[in-house]
Each structure stands twice: as structure tokens, then as C-alpha cells.
């Protein structure tokens, strides 16, 4: 059987992959993409917890992070598509009218 | 692994009646939204704040009735406690004062459609949830009926450029924010096999030094940081307060820090205060950044409701020092004065930006420093109230704001956080020129004719009211009646500190 641990790992490496894409990319529709990727490096993490532990929480937690992620991009998706409305584009840099 | 159906009893609904209430509510101010008799701003407007009323009035029942002990419910999903229902009190008559707020101004049609009040009450259940519950899996889904919810509002509501560009900046970095919270549980539940908070606290007694426990607390802090708008994490408060409507600025700067602060306290007190040695330096830290860099950068601000988001965040800063002082059993201090600067942050707050409501109308959405010139002159009791508000703020003695610090500083010094006080000591002075500048402006300076012309406020009586029970409670909270409201706080907390 994998040591736990390794699902941890490759769980952290998911996670930090996804921070830095919300973070620094310019698309928003691959920032909602790397949201995506963290909520699935925690889901990644809760299984493989509830499975060492014996414990169902962690496997309930995961339907649940699941509902919420596509409420999530539901909302987010229609924001894009109210942004490229207005502006005719989905990149980040046209966000500027509020500073400082 | 042991299933059992819990049992729906009676009190069950009668204890969590509100939250069903705002769910039920939301999916008939839905339907109405899409009805034809039915789809008029007055429906709406007398669905809304009649449900608010009704659910303020059960949960101050609710509140008087319960005990010292609080009943738990759903294996842990629900927790009918007094801080729960102090929670839930103040979020309702949060929403409801900022509903009749939005009721008098030109954002009335706006805001009171079938689909705005059907996400509006979607949020108050969320934030009703989300302060009630001993369960981290109820208090995520909690945390993001009401997120998500805020997202969709500010852009919706009145569909500006800015308050679009508001809403997608604040829904990219809650999004985050909330996949790091949940990062934070998930290893916190794989140190210690639960995800319920009560259970958290007698686990992490045993296993303390874990790598991931502390992974999992340093995460949870963060997640947390981020939805306080403390300082590394703040970007999105001011972007998302001066793009949203202000009446939902309001709510948010207000309703949403209550439910953050009332999570935080249960997480911390309630379940991380075992390995308070780690997360004690990294919120201390949060703490001192926000109170000298919000307080710096509400200097070079000349939106209001920008200057006054920065504000948030150092008032912020205020209650995350009490966090830190919260840690190792001496939470009977300082969980008092969280829940007593809440209360006087609340109203002030509510009082400030029912006077910027007034001020606002189609042509000028948002009021600038320099259009409070000369207000004095114009519209005294305006003005008065106003600088009531800006000295409570920046803590001067015959006010609350003066008070609930002083509180705040007690518990931190009772825990000998003496350089985290300094600091905030600091940042307090600096906070008072930008107070003071507002202050300045309406009394001793004459108004230019062009801006005179451009905010012409109409006489609003539910302003009138809000604004003169606002500067009412900040007078005597701050002169004779502040140690009622503080056995009111203490009262509320014995649910966490055992008291």
C-alpha cells in the first residue's frame, strides 16, 4: 500500500501549482481552471486521510467540496460572461478602474 | 464508522427556525421574482423586511432562553448556544437596517427584485450557518452560501463597470482564499481524524508538535486571514467595498465580519487553542501589519467608501490582536471584548454609511472626501452625526469607539502582548488625521458651489432614525452604559470560554 504521505505530497505540489496559476495568470478563465486544481488537491488530501484514518467524514466532505466548486464556477463562469460583455475580452489587465 | 439518523425533533426546528425560515424564503422571493401579480419592488420590499423582522424577533427569543449550555444538534452540524444566537442577532438586524436603508435612496428598484432578495436571503442562511455550528463541514458550506452569494450581489445588483470589476476581484481571491481554509482542514482532519471542532480541541492536546497540525493551523489562519482582510491578504477589501452598491458595503463590512469573527473565535478558542504557540505570532504578526499599513494607506485615499474599507481592515487588525490574546485558557478576557468592539464597529459603521446613502444619489454613486466640504453649512445634523461617527471610530473618550479599545487593549495586556499594543496605540494616532480631515472639511472649510450642486439629499425619515439611534448608542455605550453591553458580550461568550 502507498504511504499516505505520498498523496499528501503530490496534494501540497497540486495545490501550490494551482495558487500560483490563480495568481498570476492573465486569462480569467484559467484562473477559474486553477481554483478548480486547488479544490481538487484538497479533495485529494480528505480521501486519502479518510482511508488512512477509517473515517467516512472525510469522504462526505469531498461530495460537499464538490457541490460547492461547481456553485463556484457557476457563478464565476456568469461573471466572466458579463465581463467580456462590457469589455469584449477576459484578460486580467483590463481590470484598472479601481486603485490604490 | 458509526451511522445513526439523527433525530429531528421539535426544538430542532424551533432552534434553527431562522435558517430555514431565509431558505424557504429565498426560493418564494424566486418564484416571485418570475411571477406576474407578484414581481412589483413593493412585494418584494414588505416579503423582505417582514421575514427579517420576524426572524430577528425569534432568534432574540431563541437567545433569552438558552442556557448556559448549549444543545447540540446533527451530530455537531448545528449548535444552539447564546454565541450562535449573538451571532445570528447581529447579522439580522445588520440585514434588516441595511434593507430599510436601500429602501429610501435610488437604489430601491435595484435592490428589491425577486432574484436580488432570493441571493440575499441565500446569504443570511449561509451566515446564519456559518456562526452556529460545531461542524467544519457546515461551517464551509456556510462560509460559501454566503460568499458566493456577495460575489453574485455586488456585480448584479447594479451593473456598473466598477462594481463588476469589484466583484471579479473579489471572487478570484475568496475563491482562493477558500480552496487555503479547506487546504487547512483537510490536514487538520488528517492529524486528527475528525472535522468536529470540539473534537479538533481534545485531539490536538494529545498529538501537539505534529508537522501536520501545524500545516493544517497555519493554512487555517490564513484561509481565515484572508476573509478578515487582515494585512498580507487585504487586496481585495478595498476594491470590493468601493465597487459594491453601498449599501451592500455596509453589509458586507459589517454582517461578514461578525460571521468571520464568530467562526474564528470557535475555531481558536473552541478548537486550535492547543497549539496556540503556532498560530499565535503568524495572527500577531496579521495584526500589527494591518494596523500600521491600513491605517497608512487610508491616508492617500479620497473615496469614502475606499477610505473607509481601509478602516475596516485596521478595525480588523483591533479584533485579530484580541484573537492573539485569546490563546492559552485566557479566553475569558478577550472573547468578551471581540464580541463588544463588534458591537460598536457595527454601529458606528451602520450610522456612517447611512449618512453616505443619504448623500448619494444617480449622478454621484460615489461620495469623495472633497464633497463633504463645507456639509456643516448645509446640513448640520448631517454633519454633527457624521463626525460622531469618524471620533468613535478613531477611539476618542466620550465615545464607544474609546471603550471597546480600551477593552481590547485590557485582554491583550492581561496576556502580555505589550509590543502588539504599542503598535496598535501607533496606528490608532495615525488613524485619527484621516478622521479628523473629514471632520475638518464639513466644519471649517466652505463648499464649492460646483459640488454643493451635485448632492442634494432628499429628507428621509428611516435615515433620520437610523442615523440618531446610531450616534444615541455610541454616546451612552461610550458614557453609562458600557458595562451593560460588555455583560451582554460576556454573557454570549461563556458558550466557548466555559464561563
Not at chain 2, 456639509?375 to 464607544?400: D, N, R
Request: proline content about 3%.
Amino acid at each position: 500500500m502507498v504511504p499516505v504521505e505520498f498523496y499528501f505530497v503530490l496534494a501540497c505540489v497540486m495545490f501550490m501549482l494551482g495558487l500560483f496559476g490563480a495568481l498570476f495568470r492573465r486569462n480569467l478563465i484559467m484562473v477559474l481552471m486553477s481554483i478548480e486544481l486547488m479544490l481538487n488537491a484538497v479533495n485529494l488530501v480528505f480521501v486519502a486521510a479518510g482511508r488512512a484514518t477509517g473515517n467516512v467524514d472525510g469522504q462526505v466532505m469531498v461530495l460537499f467540496v464538490i457541490t460547492v466548486a461547481a456553485c463556484e464556477a457557476a457563478v464565476g463562469l456568469a461573471m466572466v460572461i458579463a465581463l467580456f460583455r462590457k469589455y469584449g475580452t477576459i484578460n486580467t489587465d483590463i481590470l484598472r478602474l479601481l486603485r490604490g | 464508522m458509526n451511522f445513526q439518523i439523527p433525530q429531528l425533533t421539535l426544538s430542532f426546528y424551533g432552534a434553527s427556525f431562522p435558517i430555514i425560515l431565509f431558505c424557504v424564503t429565498g426560493i418564494v422571493a424566486l418564484l416571485m421574482g418570475v411571477s406576474k401579480n407578484y414581481k412589483s419592488v413593493r412585494a418584494s420590499y414588505w416579503l423582505n423586511n417582514s421575514v427579517l423582522v420576524v426572524a430577528l424577533l425569534a432568534i432574540i427569543r431563541q437567545y433569552a432562553v438558552t442556557g448556559a449550555a448549549s444543545e447540540v444538534f446533527l451530530s455537531g452540524g448545528f449548535v444552539a448556544g447564546r454565541l450562535g444566537y449573538f451571532g445570528q442577532g447581529v447579522i439580522v438586524g445588520i440585514a434588516l437596517v441595511v434593507s430599510l436603508l436601500m429602501g429610501e435612496g435610488y437604489m430601491k428598484p435595484k435592490f428589491f427584485r425577486g432574484e436580488i432578495i432570493a441571493l440575499f436571503h441565500m446569504v443570511l442562511a449561509g451566515m446564519l450557518t456559518m456562526v452556529a455550528t460545531d461542524d467544519l463541514i457546515t461551517l464551509f458550506v456556510g462560509l460559501e452560501m454566503a460568499s458566493i452569494g456577495i460575489y453574485a450581489l455586488i456585480g448584479y445588483v447594479n451593473p456598473t463597470k466598477i462594481s463588476q470589476e469589484g466583484a471579479i476581484k473579489y471572487f478570484v481571491l475568496g475563491a482562493v482564499a477558500a480552496a487555503i481554509l479547506l487546504f487547512g482542514f483537510a490536514f487538520l482532519y488528517a492529524a486528527t481524524g475528525t472535522l468536529r471542532i470540539s473534537e479538533i480541541s481534545a485531539a490536538v492536546g494529545k498529538i501537539s508538535g505534529h508537522p501536520w497540525i501545524e500545516l493544517g493551523t497555519i493554512l487555517t489562519i490564513t484561509g481565515i486571514a484572508f476573509k478578515m482582510a487582515l494585512v498580507p491578504f487585504h487586496m481585495w477589501a478595498p476594491d470590493a467595498y468601493e465597487g459594491a452598491p453601498t449599501g451592500l458595503t455596509a453589509f458586507m463590512a459589517t454582517a461578514m465580519k461578525t460571521m468571520i469573527m464568530v467562526a474564528a473565535i470557535r475555531i481558536f478558542e473552541g478548537g486550535l487553542d492547543g497549539v496556540h504557540s503556532v498560530w499565535v505570532p503568524v495572527i500577531g504578526f496579521m495584526a500589527a501589519a494591518s494596523l500600521l499599513f491600513a491605517n497608512i494607506m487610508a491616508l492617500a485615499q479620497q473615496s469614502m467608501k475606499r477610505m473607509l474599507a481601509y478602516s475596516s481592515i485596521a478595525h480588523s487588525g483591533y479584533m485579530a490582536l484580541a484573537i492573539a490574546a485569546m490563546s492559552g485558557g485566557v479566553g475569558q478576557y478577550s472573547v468578551p471584548s471581540i464580541l463588544f468592539y463588534l458591537m460598536a464597529y457595527v454601529i458606528v459603521s451602520l450610522g456612517a454609511f447611512a449618512v453616505i446613502m443619504w448623500l448619494e444619489n444617480e449622478r454621484c454613486e460615489n461620495i469623495i472626501i472633497d464633497d463633504m466640504t463645507g456639509l456643516a453649512k448645509q446640513h448640520p445634523y448631517a454633519a454633527v452625526a457624521l463626525a460622531v461617527f469618524m471620533l468613535s471610530l478613531g477611539g476618542m473618550p466620550p465615545t464607544v469607539g474609546f471603550i471597546s479599545k480600551l477593552y481590547i487593549f485590557n485582554a491583550a495586556l492581561s496576556n502580555n502582548l505589550v509590543g502588539l499594543v504599542v503598535v496598535a496605540a501607533i496606528g490608532s494616532t495615525i488613524s485619527l488625521y484621516y478622521y479628523m480631515r473629514i471632520i475638518v472639511r464639513m466644519f471649517m472649510m466652505d463648499a464649492s458651489p460646483v459640488l454643493g450642486a451635485l448632492i442634494k439629499p432628499t429628507k428621509s425619515l428611516v435615515t433620520t432614525c437610523v442615523v440618531a439611534a446610531s450616534v444615541l448608542a455610541i454616546l451612552l455605550l461610550g458614557t453609562i452604559l458600557p458595562e451593560a453591553a460588555l455583560r451582554v458580550a460576556k454573557h454570549s461568550s461563556g458558550e466557548v470560554t466555559g464561563g
